[in-house]
């Protein structure tokens, strides 16, 4: 049973390039949140979506984009990066809302995004 | 806004002994609990998990206390071992109007456990 995976797992991108990360959920669930972490610091909320559709939406700019597909996956996307993008960009999956098990999130390894 | 204040912000402890960390939130809406193990350059990994309606929960050598009238919980890691070194994170959660939820972390505590 495959867990969270996500790619690239590393990447360097110029200040000002656009950036796109992808992620595919755990098997059974249909729910996909976006979380950045900085160095030394907690994940903070990005976006989450379910049934294709944004859910709920962290304290990003609208610079910080995202999809979900069909069969669950999601991409997320930021545009004109700054310095300060650089991060450990984190997805997880969860079952979907109305579940006893909702809540239960796991994330996957990260995509590691230096911003140059 | 930090709704879940962690600490201590790092801990050594010796192999063998009991490394606890405490968290505190203060929205009374969460009703989910969670603590999360990362290693160097790996995503968060789920340790254990806890609901408002029980005072503790084990499993293994962890266990998760929590005090609803406090607002606090914590995470206890019995008989500690080097492999146990370190950030852990507490969270919480809540449903949201819209159905979904969303974690909110704490800081982190960087644990390392010496021979």
């Known amino acids: 049973d495959a867990g969270v995976t996500q790619s690239p797992t590393h990447l360097i991108k110029t200040r000002g390039q656009q950036v796109t990360l992808r992620c595919s959920p755990k098997?059974?669930?249909?729910?996909v949140s976006w979380y950045q972490q900085a160095l030394g610091q907690g994940p903070q909320f990005i976006f989450q979506?379910?049934?294709?559709?944004?859910?709920q939406r962290g304290n990003f700019p609208d610079r910080f984009s995202g999809h979900q597909f069909p069969n669950y996956s999601s991409e997320l996307n930021v545009n004109a990066l700054l310095l300060g993008d650089s991060a450990l960009y984190l997805c997880?999956?969860?079952?979907?809302?109305?579940?006893?098990?909702?809540?239960?999130?796991?994330f996957g390894e990260g995509s590691w995004l230096t911003v140059v | 806004q930090q709704q879940v204040k962690q600490s201590p912000q790092s801990l050594i402890v010796q192999k063998g002994g009991i490394s606890i960390i405490n968290c505190a939130y203060e929205?009374?809406?969460?009703?989910?609990f969670p603590w999360y193990q990362q290693f160097p350059g790996k995503g968060p990994a789920l340790l254990i998990a806890?609901?408002?309606?029980?005072s503790e929960k084990k499993e293994g050598r962890f266990t998760i206390s929590f005090n609803k009238s406090a607002k606090q919980f914590s995470l206890h890691i019995m008989d500690s071992q080097p492999g146990d070194s370190a950030t852990y994170f507490c969270?919480?959660?809540?449903?949201?109007?819209?159905?979904?939820?969303?974690?909110?972390f704490g800081t982190g505590t960087q644990l390392k456990v010496e021979l």
């Open positions: 997880a999956s969860s079952p979907g809302p109305g579940r006893a098990s909702g809540n239960t999130i796991y």
């Open positions: 979506y379910y049934e294709e559709e944004e859910r």
């Open positions: 969270a919480a959660s809540m449903l949201s109007r819209g159905g979904g939820n969303k974690l909110t």
């Open positions: 098997s059974g669930h249909d729910t």
């Open positions: 806890i609901r408002p309606d029980v």
């Open positions: 929205n009374t809406a969460f009703d989910y």
